[in-house]
């Protein structure tokens, strides 16, 4: 139906109304998921909201940041599921949207993921590729660290020529992050060399530049007590152990130094963050004999004291998200039950359950949770147009519905 001319001369006196400063700053307020519709209303608003300075700051400035799940099968299909959406009182099911990978090779090649930030998901493609990716957007760029390749003492062999290093098995630490004094998104990596000494390398993803910082690695003979992974928060990245965790080693990306700060006595924690705050989740029993996951979480940034921990009363849940209200979101792969996700409060009470499942754990099936953002890669590549396709079956408690 065509606008009036009533309805135009509101549209245009509104928009002479209001300073564009102002149009802005309130734009800036609206959830990322309603700026596509706002955006058509007129071309100023559109101009506004395509400014990339307009998408940092939205990302800046977001109180509650929409978090989606991305799922990665069989390491060459990609799944996303918007978290978010489980809050609302008539979701009894869950929409998945069938992605297409970022420079998917045929024969397909096999992807990992390596974690997120800002917006930004972090891949592994073989044999020696990595991924900046937006999800939201597609934007994405490819960079190589064939440096490393010949450098590494276990180098395997990809396709019977090419010879890979693939962080999940041949690096010692590896992270991504975000330096804020470089507005830069950093990719950081600790690996055994030929000549038998540990080195560790960043590569600043504006520039595509590795940079060795061999020396500012510890003097350390335990570095097979660390997870490779690390976490992105407050500035800097961090990597707990596999078996009790009494420290947890971080590498400030402003000042490019290594530090510990004392985690909590637990035995074979997994390290997640939970609203921009560190925290560990572990498996066990409760005084009664049940089956439960222990959360614990640093409230406040290094204050030892700050630790609290929460009990949910369910096996082999992993937190993923917290809720706007701070409740927490989990995907979770009981013995006895449906693999779905499980929405607690603190109290351990259960808020709800919605049964998903796109195949078995068993069919490797990795996840990586990020907040959506509009921001474009830092390069110059051209966006590739984003395969979306809306998977028609949904999962509900009374079974599966078309």
Not at 155 to 161: A, C, I, M, P
Not at 206 to 233: E, H, M, Q, T, V
Not at 308 to 332: H, M, Q, W
Request: hydrophobic share 40%.
């Amino acid at each position: 139906m065509k606008q009036s001319s009533m309805e135009k001369k509101k549209l245009k006196s509104f928009n002479d109304l209001l300073p564009p400063e102002l149009i802005r700053a309130i734009l800036l307020r609206v959830p990322i998921k309603h700026l596509a519709c706002v955006r058509c209303v007129s071309k100023l608003w559109n101009t506004l909201i395509s400014d990339p300075n307009f998408a940092k700051s939205h990302l800046d400035l977001s109180l509650a940041p929409s978090h989606t799940c991305l799922f990665l099968q069989d390491n060459s299909h990609a799944y996303s599921v918007d978290l978010d959406a489980l809050l609302q009182d008539d979701n009894d099911g869950v929409d998945a949207i069938a992605l297409s990978l970022p420079f998917m090779k045929k024969p397909p090649s096999d992807f990992h993921l390596l974690g997120s930030c800002r917006g930004f998901v972090l891949l592994h493609r073989e044999p020696q590729f990595l991924i900046l990716w937006n999800p939201l957007t597609d934007s994405c760029k490819r960079i190589s660290y064939s440096h490393m390749v010949n450098a590494v003492i276990n180098g395997r062999v990809y396709d019977r020529l090419v010879k890979v290093f693939c962080f999940l098995h041949d690096a010692l630490l590896y992270g991504f992050g975000y330096d804020a004094s470089q507005d830069d998104y950093v990719v950081v990596v600790a690996y055994k060399g030929k000549d038998g000494e540990n080195h560790f390398d960043l590569c600043y993803l504006r520039s595509n530049s590795w940079i060795s910082l061999d020396a500012a690695l510890p003097k350390s003979s335990y570095w097979d007590n660390w997870k490779p992974k690390g976490l992105f928060c407050n500035g800097a990245i961090h990597w707990s152990t596999y078996e009790y965790c009494i420290d947890i080693l971080i590498f400030d990306l402003k000042e490019r130094s290594f530090s510990t700060i004392c985690g909590q006595h637990l035995f074979k924690p997994h390290l997640v963050l939970l609203g921009g705050c560190l925290a560990f989740y572990l498996y066990g029993e409760n005084t009664a004999g049940e089956n439960t996951t222990e959360i614990w979480v640093m409230k406040e940034y290094k204050v030892e004291s700050s630790w609290t921990v929460y009990e949910i009363p369910l096996e082999l849940f992993k937190p993923l998200c917290l809720s706007a209200n701070g409740d927490i979101i989990g995907r979770c792969y009981p013995s006895d039950g449906e693999v779905g996700f499980y929405i607690y409060n603190v109290r351990g009470e259960l808020l709800k359950h919605v049964q998903y499942l796109y195949g078995e754990p068993s069919n490797h099936i990795r996840s990586v949770v990020h907040v959506d953002c509009l921001m474009a890669v830092p390069s110059n590549i051209k966006k590739k147009k984003r395969k979306k396709v809306r998977i028609t079956k949904r999962l509900n408690k009374g079974g599966i519905r078309s």
